[in-house]
């Protein structure tokens, strides 16, 4: 049996959330788990529904939705946030990718293309539609790769800093391990979660993205205080 993608809608118009909820519903590995027409009541439902995706308005009532995206993605489900907006400007595509979302679409889009996008976005791809080739692309290389995999680590645990920044200087998971006191099967893991949520790979990758951030020269580890 198929695993669906557990979906939040949050807009504050009840018919583009009856229409985009039949559209999820009828996929085989998609399902909407909650609806939400304001930013307070979508705090509500997706501590409740504990969303994969949210599929997210920026224009809601009940106060602005920037904070809205980085609250969301403390949830216990972790999820990535979809904007589906009227709003093609740039601006607000930067301001919301730099809030955390992983992805950007007008509500414009096919209905191919928005599904396709929301599964990219499951996948932990950065995906930008403006529905006009050439300003998409413009945008899209304004922000990809850095600013979105910056903000994806400020939302790293201390932890997974403390890993992220022994990888960037290049150390293996056993060296890791040892300098940390975890099981090289901890580290693994711990490797996995980066490379999904920073889209890093390879050792070269680490070692890349630590000289692009700042985290590739040896330094002390930070011991973090006991449990």
Known sequence: ???KTRVLLVDDHAMVRAGVRMLLNSQPDLEVVGEAGSAPEA???????????VLLDLSLPGGPCLPLISELQGLS???QIL????????????????????????????????LQ????????????????SE?????????QPG????????RLSPREQQVLELLCQGHSNLKI??????????????????????GLKTTADFVKYGQDVGLSSAMPVRRLPPP
Not at 43 to 50: D, F, L
Not at 84 to 92: K, N, R
Not at 147 to 154: P, T, W
């Open 1 to 3: 049996m198929t695993v």
């Open 77 to 79: 489900s972790q999820p």
């Open 147 to 154: 600013s979105a995999r910056q903000s994806a680590r400020h």
């Open 177 to 198: 391990s040892e300098q940390l006191d975890l099981s090289p099967k901890t580290v693994a893991t711990y490797r996995a979660r980066l490379s999904e949520k920073l």
């Open 43 to 53: 705090r509500v439902i997706a501590g409740r529904s504990q969303p994969q995706i």
């Open 135 to 143: 300003r998409t692309a413009e945008v899209f290389q304004a922000v």
């Open 83 to 114: 904007i589906l907006s009227m709003h093609d400007d740039p601006a607000y595509v930067r301001a919301a990718l730099g809030a955390g979302a992983r992805g950007y679409v007008v509500k414009t889009l096919s209905v191919d293309n928005l």
């Open 117 to 132: 996008a929301i599964r990219d976005v499951t996948r932990g791809r950065l995906v930008i539609d403006l529905d006009d």
